[in-house]
Every structure is written in C-alpha cells, then in structure tokens.
C-alpha cells in the first residue's frame, strides 16, 4: 500500500467526496482514527462506543480510503444482516454511497453477491463483497475467498465462528487491515475476552482502540442529544449513551413505576375511534397462557385486559380448542362502539395452536419474536410513559416488576437473556412492540 501524509490523504479524501452534497466536519480526533486506519501499519482498527458517536462514520471513511490506496482488490465487508450493513454503512446522508458517490458503486457481481465497486489509485476495480452474519452457518459463505482486508460492522453481533473465518480468508494479505465497530457489551462476551482485551494486556503491535461517545459527534446538536437520551433506559442507557461495557443485571424494566399504571376509568373517557385494538398472545400448556388485550392510538399504548391461565396453578391443562374458546369469549365480551374485531398477534413458535385460532375465522398475524431489542423497545416505551398497564392486569404487573436478567450466564458465559420464570405477559408485550410499533416512536429513526 502506497503511504501517504495526513496532507494527502485528505487532499485525496475529499477530491473522491462530492462536495457538492457533503457537510461533514471532522474532529482532530476522527482525523487521528482515518489516519490509523489508512497510513499506519495498523491491523486491527476497533472503533467503540455510544450510538451516533460519529463511529461508524469514521469507519467506512478509513476502511473505503484504505480499499482506494491498497494493492490488494478483493475485501469483505459484513453485518449481522445485509440489510443492515447496508442501511448503517452503504445508504443514507453519511454513508459510503454518499461519501464517495463519485466514485463507489453497490449492485450485485456476476455470481449474484452484493458488493461496493470502487477504482482504485493503481487503476485496478476493487471489489468489497457484502455479507450477512446472523447465525452460526454464515462463515461457509466465506469460504474459498481471499481477502485483503476486512470491515465489520457491529461486530460482537456477528458469530464467532463467521468471525474466525474472515480473520483466516486475510491471513495471506500483504496490505491486511480489520475494521471493526461495537457499540458497548458485556464485559464478558467473547469478544472482549478472547480478543480486544487480550491484544490491550499484550500491547499487540499493529491494534488501535478507539472510543467515541456522543459529544465527539460535531453534526449532534444538544437538542438531538437530550432526545437521544431520552430513548435508552437502565442498561441501554449505560451502553448506548454512556458507551460503558456493563453487565446485565438484577431487573430489566427498572423503569416501570405507578406512573405506567392506570385506572380502568381513565380510558373509558377516550375517543376509541382513533385506536387499533390487538391481541398479543404467548402460549403455554405446561407454561401459563396469556392474551393480552391491547388499544393503541399511535402515540400511547395501553395493556387493557388480560387472560392468564396457569396450568399448574389450576391443576389442569387446556387443549388448543379449549384456548381458542377462551380467545373467542375473550375478544366478544368486551365491546367497542367504535373499533373492528382485533388483529391477534402470536409467537410463530406456537403452530399448533395459530391453525386453531384460524380455523375458527379470527386473523393471525406471526409476530417478531427478537429479544434483547423487543426489550430495549418495551423498555424505551415504559421509560417515555407511552406503554401503560391497566391496575386490574395483576399478573402483567407483577411479571414486568419481577422481569429479570440471567445474572449467572452473563458473568460465566457472556450471554445475556432473561430469567425464564414468570416472563409470559413481559413475552406478550414484546411480540406486539416488535411488530405493530413504528421505530420513530422508540427512537431508531
């Protein structure tokens, strides 16, 4: 790779920029991270920290700035999905399409693959192959490449074993660079402990760890600022806000208190014609079963009723046709002047019992199931005070007060997840918040 001062890389850099479209200012300390990544004999360029921190930004900046000047013309870059290594990397106002519009194109090679194409300095076509990371099958996609560098977008939500193997398709690269981003994890998880930690202990030639938090953005007024922060709560806060690595610990919704908690009469005084009404449904025959009727009016959402049977405490079992009579009977004794029969929202996982419900002529919709982002969803609505709970939802209450993280798994394994025990109406909630709420209202756009 052809070495260059900071004077004309930058020269270069904004010569393959479109000035004309572009505002984007650069802090001394951006520049420094640029620099790392594209005129020192670094190999492994991590970028940590808070949520629009100018990371990323900064990123794809070094890692598209090192593809121009490398001798080498085959990359990979990855995501947890190409969806989102795209929408966080490729599209949008800061993105690479953007940033180097006059040079870069994305559209698929002749096999199929995405992929970004660049010119390069030495006049040779780049090529960066685009890939999806979301489960433990993703690195056979790699294999049989070779690789000059790398970049990886949030990488500690990528597999390890995907991991590995992208290490392994650059191993052979004369001009080899990793670029990697993370917002803040546990402690614990692999990626700290086998490999950003180790290389700080043993001052590993060649690593550059950078952190950015909120007030390294320039482009971020104070306004947006407060707004961000009011979107993150409890553990999100610490990581996405304050950029800290954090276990995740004691309980999840500690944000939930009597001001998400309303009377019955409160809202029979609303104009129900402005509201959507759902049911959200986690099931369970050895598990307790719970509907969960909710009305929502696009700004407030509100666990109206709930139905909670608990096989073991009843000392008895329920078949799917005896649930469904009980949905049915739960969905007609209640009655709006106003509003439609509600669209019913189940965990896919629950087959058996979606053919059921069908059957009898009431629509199903599957709903989106990811938890550790349901909960920082649900956890973003309670904080705001738009997710509130009728006082006579007992159980609901009680689950959300009681709702959990695993606290032995993170600090012995670096997993995260909840206690599963008394999580069924907190599961509930989740489902309809993945599916029917918009992401301005959380705060992801």
């Not at 270069?12 to 004309?20: A, I, N, R, T, V």
């Not at 046709?321 to 965990?347: C, T």
């Not at 058996?352 to 709903?367: D, H, Q």
Request: charged content about 25%; hydrophobic content about 35%.
């Amino acid at each position: 790779m052809k070495k260059l001062n900071n004077k004309e890389i930058f020269q270069k850099q904004f010569e393959l920029f479109d000035s004309g479209k572009l505002k984007l200012v650069l802090t001394q300390k951006a520049i420094n991270c640029i620099m790392s990544i594209v005129n020192k004999d670094g190999q492994i360029i991590c970028l940590e920290g808070s949520v629009r921190s100018g990371k990323t930004v900064n990123a794809c900046i070094g890692f598209m700035l090192y593809v121009y000047f490398s001798n080498e013309n085959f990359f990979i870059a990855s995501g947890k999905t190409i969806a989102t290594l795209f929408a966080n990397c490729i599209s949008g106002d800061f993105g690479i399409l953007e940033l180097f519009s006059n040079m870069v194109q994305y559209k698929n090679t002749s096999s199929g693959k995405k992929a970004l194409f660049i010119r390069g300095y030495d006049g040779n076509m780049k090529t960066v192959y685009c890939f999806g990371a979301n489960d433990e099958r993703s690195y056979q996609a790699l294999r049989g490449l070779t690789a000059g560098g790398w970049f990886a977008d949030e990488i500690n939500m990528q597999p390890r074993s995907f991991v590995e193997e992208a290490m392994r398709r650059t191993i052979v690269s004369k001009d080899r660079k990793m670029v990697w981003t993370l917002n803040p994890d546990t402690p614990y998880h692999w990626i700290y402990v086998d490999y950003l930690d180790l290389y700080v202990k043993n001052a590993l030639k060649g690593f550059y760890l950078w952190f950015f938090a909120l007030d390294d953005n320039p482009a971020i007024s104070d306004e947006r600022k407060e707004q961000l922060k009011s979107q993150y709560h409890g553990i999100f806060y610490r990581r996405y806000i304050l950029g800290e690595r954090c276990i995740a610990e004691g309980a999840i919704y500690d944000m939930f208190d009597n001001k998400n908690i309303y009377e019955e009469e409160n809202i029979e005084t609303l104009d129900t014609r402005f509201f959507n009404r759902y049911i959200a449904i986690d099931y369970g025959t050895t598990n307790p079963c719970v509907f969960l009727e909710i009305l929502d009016n696009g700004q407030i959402t509100y666990i109206h009723r709930e139905y909670y049977w608990d096989s073991k405490r009843q000392m008895r079992q329920k078949t799917d046709e005896e649930y469904v009579d009980d949905l049915q009977s739960f969905i007609d004794n209640q009655k709006y002047n106003n509003l439609s029969q509600p669209e019913v929202l189940i965990d896919p996982s629950a087959e058996s019992f979606s053919v059921a419900i069908k059957k009898r002529g009431i629509f199903v919709t599957e709903a989106e199931n990811e938890v550790e982002n349901g909960i920082r969803r649900v956890g973003t609505l309670l904080g705001n005070k738009t997710l509130l709970i009728n006082s006579k939802c007992i159980n609901t209450i009680q689950e959300m007060q009681g709702y959990a993280w695993n606290d032995k798994k993170a600090t012995e394994h670096g997993v995260e997840e909840p206690i599963k025990q008394h999580d069924h109406t907190c599961d509930a909630i989740r489902y309809f918040v993945n599916t029917r709420i918009q992401s301005w209202r959380v705060g992801e756009h």
